[in-house]
């Protein structure tokens, strides 16, 4: 799985699709971590710690950020509970394999937050408004990919069919109509933009529906990053309605709508810490825990496992 999910989506990229690199990363680093499982004949619950570590170094490497990625392994498997069996060698492997890709040479985008608003009443209130919407596009997103992803099975029964359609769509939407190259690729140029000026309202949904497009007809990549992207700029639209600063609610969108759509609120929290600083926790843990609950089941990973129900 490794070599052949990272050529997939090397090409992926290559022709413009919108698509992320974080799935390509836990999944090969899964695949790496699977076969040393069978290599060492471990046992399922030492596979399963092997696994994790392996889904924790892959998200560091890649957005360097080792803290989020140890407690993205704890909190992805099962929604509503954290292994905690697996945070030592989660948080080693996350360490070593963000200090690697540094040596490397590896380089991460930097998105700075530098205004905050004070503690308010009416600031909180404000911020649960934004939460919410956040939460809604989370929501929205989730089913909507299932759904097109499900109808693209139906209508292709032939897999090779099924991404030719794909393809010969993705590029008639970029190549055709004004402007929609800025959504292609990962979208970092869009999440950059997002903290500084002012951007079109449509760009989140515009970003949200060629993701949806790319993955639906069976692409590989990863939807982390895309997310990012989509929750950024919708932060960056609330701007105009929401008397907040602009990089702010960037920021908690940046991290919501990711949280929201992965079920993982804590990882999200902390991602933001690791990312825009420690002045962003408390706003980020409660932006990230009232978008989680309100984009309800499921998220994006069909696998993922429920201890409770959000409502």
């Known amino acids: 799985m490794a070599p052949l999910v990272l050529l997939g989506t090397v090409l992926t990229h290559l022709g413009g699709g919108s698509a992320g690199r974080e799935g390509t990363a836990v999944q090969m680093s899964g695949a790496l971590a699977d076969a040393l499982a069978r290599r060492l004949r471990l046992d399922p619950q030492e596979r399963s710690l092997a696994l994790r570590a392996g889904m924790a170094a892959g998200f560091a490497a890649l957005f360097g950020?080792?803290?989020?990625?140890?407690?993205?392994?704890?909190?992805?498997?099962?929604?509503?509970?954290?292994?905690?069996?697996?945070?030592?060698?989660?948080?080693?492997?996350?360490?070593?394999?963000?200090?690697?890709?540094?040596?490397?040479?590896?380089?991460?985008?930097?998105?700075?937050?530098?205004?905050?608003?004070?503690?308010?009443?009416?600031?909180?209130?404000?911020?649960?408004?934004?939460?919410?919407?956040?939460?809604?596009?989370?929501?929205?997103?989730?089913?909507?990919?299932?759904?097109?992803?499900?109808?693209?099975?139906?209508?292709?029964?032939?897999?090779?069919?099924?991404?030719?359609?794909?393809?010969?769509?993705?590029?008639?939407?970029?190549?055709?109509?004004?402007?929609?190259?800025?959504?292609?690729?990962?979208?970092?140029?869009?999440?950059?933009?997002?903290?500084?000026?002012?951007?079109?309202?449509?760009?989140?949904?515009?970003?949200?529906?060629?993701?949806?497009?790319?993955?639906?007809?069976?692409?590989?990549?990863?939807?982390?990053?895309?997310?990012?992207?989509?929750?950024?700029t919708l932060g960056n639209a609330l701007s105009a309605l929401v008397p907040l600063p602009m990089p702010f609610l960037a920021g908690l969108g940046f991290v919501a709508v990711f949280g929201a759509c992965a079920n993982v609120p804590l990882a999200a929290a902390v991602m933001a810490v690791e990312l825009f600083g420690a002045r962003i926790g408390g706003w980020a843990l409660l932006t990230c825990f009232v978008a989680f609950i309100l984009s309800g089941h499921p998220g994006i990973y069909p696998s993922q496992g429920r201890r409770f129900d959000k409502f």
Request: hydrophobic fraction near 55%; proline fraction near 6%; charged fraction near 5%.
């Open 65 to 232: 950020t080792p803290l989020a990625g140890c407690v993205f392994a704890l909190e992805v498997v099962v929604t509503g509970s954290l292994a905690l069996n697996a945070l030592m060698p989660c948080l080693v492997c996350a360490l070593l394999a963000d200090q690697i890709a540094l040596a490397c040479g590896a380089h991460h985008t930097v998105y700075r937050v530098d205004l905050f608003p004070s503690l308010l009443p009416s600031t909180v209130a404000w911020v649960l408004m934004a939460s919410a919407v956040f939460g809604l596009m989370a929501r929205l997103y989730s089913r909507g990919s299932h759904a097109f992803a499900h109808w693209t099975g139906i209508v292709f029964n032939n897999p090779v069919q099924r991404t030719f359609a794909g393809g010969a769509a993705i590029a008639a939407i970029l190549l055709l109509a004004p402007g929609a190259l800025r959504y292609a690729g990962l979208g970092v140029p869009l999440m950059q933009a997002s903290f500084v000026q002012s951007l079109p309202w449509w760009d989140a949904p515009a970003k949200a529906f060629l993701t949806a497009v790319t993955l639906g007809f069976g692409f590989k990549g990863g939807e982390v990053t895309p997310l990012f992207c989509v929750g950024a």
